[in-house]
């Protein structure tokens, strides 16, 4: 089953940990599992902008056109798993500084596992209250942070203390790849792509 560690991440993470370092799926595993995880966050935020439409503070919900939506959550699929892959070449690029001989496809494994919890996040689009997606965004952020914290030194095969380091900067580049995509979008947004209302 392509996401048999899911349940295993929350309610036994460290355990679970041991269990991917032990198989090391294959490379095609990893991305499947990121293919499928970020479908939740796309199709939730398409349906509520369409459907729902979200309250940002007083007045009518705001709502987009279905080929706005369609636009930016696509965007936003592709901008995910470009993110995770990204995340996984940097925490690559980085690891021999730490003293671990990690393949590509065991960085993804990290990237991609430690993106889970922000990507089911996207279960609280369906609820499309800025307070309530916030709140459950920067819970769904702190539990990745978690995962990645006790997930470096298992998977790299590095002490806790050099893997503590190792995973602080991991969660360094993400912060900059998440600035990164923020400013691209907001560069593509003045240029005209930006979201269709409807009225």
Known sequence: MILNHLWGLYAHPKEEWHTIDARHESFRYSLIHILLVALIPSICAYYSAVHIGWSIGVGEPIRLTADSALMLSSAMYVALIGG????????????????????????????????????????????????????????????????????????????????????????????????????????????????????
């Open 84 to 199: 995770v892959f990204a995340l996984a070449y940097l925490a690559h690029w980085m690891a021999h500084t730490f003293g671990a001989e990690p393949t590509y496809t065991q960085t993804l494994e990290l990237a991609s596992y430690t993106s889970t919890p922000l990507f089911m996040v996207g279960f609280a689009a369906l609820f499309p209250e800025l307070w309530f997606v916030m709140l459950v965004g920067l819970a769904g952020l702190t539990y990745s942070v978690y995962l990645l914290y006790v997930g470096v030194p298992i998977l790299m095969h590095i002490p806790e203390e050099r893997g503590f380091i190792y995973a602080s900067s991991v969660v360094t580049t993400g912060l900059i790849l998440l600035v990164c995509v923020m400013t691209a979008t907001a560069i593509l947004w003045s240029s005209g792509f930006g979201p269709a209302f409807t009225h």
